[in-house]
């Protein structure tokens, strides 16, 4: 299907002849996106690569998406604006929907902050295949790890607004999965992940 606001005219949408319970049946699970969604620091790109780590050593087909990756090369043009969030979590959704279409399970790793926007990412996959995943970490707990320097700097004035210091960030109402990291130990976040995985009949 064509979405709405598409530019260009005279578009035909191509079906391929393999179709997405083939792609599925050749991996030997189901396809999804889980969406991890919290501050930064909070551990989405930490327990997105240890969980692709898990699938990937159990024969599974898997991909984690990770925001500064993609700020690198797709989204190189895009800034921290509101503007340029709700458009680069789009194109987000878009590339994961692109993968889930393969039957891959797709682990996205973004601050994702507004819920408007990850609502928009989970109507492009079809019900049952999208999966929110809350990583959720007090932000003085995030600002003592500041795995990357960037609290000190926005606490500092330096980067503007900084997701939990200086920009809102609006945690999901009804995720799937809720991963308190201060309380929970890295291999615990992991394991219940894949446990999500299995009680939703993906693996
Ligand atoms: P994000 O991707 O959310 O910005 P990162 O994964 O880059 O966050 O950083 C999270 C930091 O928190 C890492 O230094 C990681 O070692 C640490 N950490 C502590 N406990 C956990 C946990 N339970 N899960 C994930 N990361 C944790």
């Known amino acids: 299907m064509q979405d709405s606001g598409v530019k260009a005219s005279n578009l035909v949408w191509h079906e391929g002849y393999v179709q997405g319970e083939d792609f599925e049946a050749r991996n030997g699970h189901r396809g999804a996106v889980v969406w991890f969604t919290g501050l930064s620091g909070s551990g989405k790109s930490t327990i997105a690569r240890e969980v692709e780590w898990k699938l990937h050593e159990a024969g599974k087909r898997c991909y984690a998406l990770d925001g500064d990756n993609i700020r690198h090369g797709l989204n190189k043009d895009l800034g921290f ?12 959704g878009e590339v994961a929907k692109l993968f889930h ?103």
């Open 81 to 92: 604006s509101p503007e340029d969030r709700v458009e680069n979590i789009r194109r987000i």
């Open 101 to 203: 279409e393969t039957g891959t399970i797709v682990l996205t790793a973004f601050i994702s902050p507004y819920r408007a926007d990850r609502d928009i990412a989970r109507n492009l996959l079809p019900a049952g295949s999208f999966f929110e995943v809350f990583v959720d970490c007090p932000v003085d707990e995030c600002i003592s790890r500041d795995p990357k320097g960037l609290y000190k700097k926005a606490l500092d004035g330096v980067i503007p607004n900084f997701t939990g210091v200086s920009a809102p960030y609006e945690a999901p109402e009804a995720p799937t999965l809720t991963l308190p990291t201060a309380e929970l130990d890295l291999g615990q976040c992991v394991d219940n992940v894949v446990a999500m995985l299995r009680n939703q009949n993906i693996i």
